[in-house]
T-cell receptor
C-alpha cells in the first residue's frame, strides 16, 4: 500500500459536471497539499492544509473547492470546469505541519483530469 | 524571491553512460534542496535532499547531488545510467520565509540502448 493514495486515477468530465478527487495518506502526516501539473509548466501549488485547516489558497478559481475532513483525507471538488483545467492533479503530504515544514513532500500518483 | 532553473528540458544519454542534470536556484539564505523523479503516469518520488552538512548527498537508485553555494547549484549525477532511469526529474527548493516548495520545470531524460 502506497503512502499517499489518490482516486480516481483518471477522470473525464464535461464542463457542466460535478466530480471530486480524493486523496488519503497513511503516513500519519499533519499537512496535505494539492498541486496542479500541466504540460510544460512548473508544478503549481493550489491548496495547503495544516492540521485540517486551510493555510493557503494560491489564487485558485472557485470552481475548485477543497475539503479536508481530517489529517488523513483531502478532497478536491470540481464543478463547471474549463478545458484548460485538464491536467494531472497531485496530492502530497508532509510529516511536520506546514508551518514547520522542511519541504519534504510525499506524493500520490495523481489523478489525470480531462475536461471536454 | 525563490526560483529554480533547470536549463535542460530534454536530455538523451546512452545506457551505461554517466549523467549530470543541472539545477540552479535563487534564494537569499541556504535553502533546503530536493530532487524528485517522476516516471510516466506516476507521482513524484523523492530521490535525495540537502538540508545542511556534507555538500555531497547520496540518494536512492544510485543518484547523488552536490550543493555548491558559490554557484547556487545542486546538480544531480549518476555514474552509469540504466534504461529504467528514463523519467522526468525535478529540482526543488524550499525556503522557510515563504514556506513553499518551489519546483523547476523539469528535465526529461531519455535512455538509449
Amino acid at each position: 500500500e502506497t503512502g499517499v493514495t489518490q482516486t480516481p486515477r483518471h477522470l473525464v468530465m464535461g464542463m457542466t459536471n460535478k466530480k471530486s478527487l480524493k486523496c488519503e495518506q497513511h503516513l500519519g502526516h499533519n499537512a496535505m497539499y494539492w498541486y496542479k501539473q500541466s504540460a510544460k509548466k512548473p508544478l503549481e501549488l493550489m491548496f495547503v492544509y495544516n492540521f485540517k485547516e486551510q493555510t493557503e489558497n494560491n489564487s485558485v478559481p472557485s470552481r475548485f473547492s477543497p475539503e479536508c475532513p481530517n489529517s488523513s483525507h483531502l478532497f478536491l471538488h470540481l464543478h463547471t470546469l474549463q478545458p484548460e483545467d485538464s491536467a494531472l492533479y497531485l496530492c502530497a503530504s508532509s510529516q511536520k505541519g506546514a508551518t514547520q515544514n522542511t519541504g519534504e513532500l510525499f506524493f500520490g500518483e495523481g489523478s489525470r483530469l480531462t475536461v471536454l | 524571491a525563490q526560483s529554480v532553473t533547470q536549463p535542460d528540458i530534454h536530455i538523451t544519454v546512452s545506457e551505461g553512460a554517466s549523467l549530470e542534470l543541472r539545477c540552479n536556484y535563487s534564494y537569499g539564505a541556504t535553502p533546503y534542496l530536493f530532487w524528485y523523479v517522476q516516471s510516466p503516469g506516476q507521482g513524484l518520488q523523492l530521490l535525495l535532499k540537502y538540508f545542511s552538512g556534507d555538500t555531497l548527498v547520496q540518494g536512492i537508485k544510485g543518484f547523488e547531488a552536490e550543493f555548491k553555494r558559490s554557484q547556487s547549484s545542486f546538480n544531480l549525477r549518476k555514474p552509469s545510467v540504466h534504461w529504467s532511469d528514463a523519467a522526468e526529474y525535478f529540482c526543488a527548493v524550499f525556503g522557510g520565509a515563504t514556506n513553499k516548495l518551489i519546483f523547476g520545470t523539469g528535465t526529461l531524460l531519455a535512455v538509449q540502448p
